[in-house]
């Protein structure tokens, strides 16, 4: 079974630094990439980007890049988060999804079909 | 970049009717990169359909989706209880996998 374990959820400061984690199983690694996606409270789902756990290559939605990191470590099939100061406006459950590339006889179909439960991440002074 | 815009924000409907809820983007979608998913408070996001038609595993029947080019919909033919959710289209492919702000399907 494909799993997506996400780390607990995180109360705090502004300007504090923070790393999460989506610790992945049942399937190979290296295969499909990792997206992140935020909600904040009340609010819908934002694509932060991607990373391939292949390479560590990365794509950022603009609205995110400068602010997050994406690594990931091979040798615990394992995702990362991570801000190194981080905004009250941080303030959000955070999901990773498994994203899927699978190829048919006409077209390559794109999906995200396994997500962590989420990790709520409270930043307050 | 493209942009999903998604109407309704809110649709209040009944158990046993029929809902449709539309996704409009601001520029052509290849159809193999749009998704729908279904998300419910405290829950994980679930993928409903992938290449605008094509319903993932355990994706019921009276869930089907339709569209091309800019404008897609996802219709529920007979609602359950258990549908009344939020509902993101996404397009994928090229970054950013932008979402649509999400349609609220509650009960009237």
């Known amino acids: 079974e494909v799993q997506l374990v996400q780390s607990g959820a995180e109360l705090k400061k502004p300007g504090e630094s923070l790393t999460i984690s989506c610790k992945t199983s049942?399937?190979?690694?290296?295969?499909?990439?990792i997206a992140w996606v935020r909600q904040r409270p009340g609010k819908g789902l934002e694509w932060m980007g991607r990373i391939d756990p292949s390479d560590s290559y990365t794509n950022y939605s603009p609205s995110f890049r400068g602010h997050v990191t994406f690594s990931a470590d091979k040798s615990v099939s394992t995702a990362y988060l991570q801000w190194s100061s981080l905004n009250v406006s941080d303030t959000a459950t955070y999901y990773c999804?498994?994203?899927?590339?699978?190829?048919?006889?006409?077209?390559?179909?794109?999906?995200?079909?396994?997500w962590g439960e989420g990790t709520t991440v409270s930043v307050s002074s | 970049d493209i942009v999903l815009t998604q109407s309704p924000g809110t649709l209040a409907l009944s158990p046993g009717e029929r809902a449709t809820l539309s996704c409009r983007a601001s520029q052509t979608v290849t159809t193999s990169y749009l998704a729908w998913y279904q998300h419910k408070p405290g829950q994980a996001p679930r993928l409903l359909i992938y290449?605008?038609?094509v319903r993932a595993a355990g994706t019921p029947d009276r869930f089907s989706g339709t569209g091309s080019g800019t404008d897609f919909t996802l219709t529920i033919s007979r609602l359950e209880p258990e549908d009344f959710a939020v509902y993101y289209c996404?397009?994928?492919?090229?970054?950013?996998?932008?979402f649509g702000q999400g349609t609220k399907l509650e009960i009237k």
């Open positions: 999804a498994r994203r899927v590339v699978i190829q048919s006889t006409r077209y390559y179909y794109y999906y995200m079909d396994v």
């Open positions: 290449g605008v038609s």
């Open positions: 996404q397009k994928l492919g090229n970054s950013p996998e932008s």
């Open positions: 049942g399937y190979f690694f290296f295969s499909h990439w």
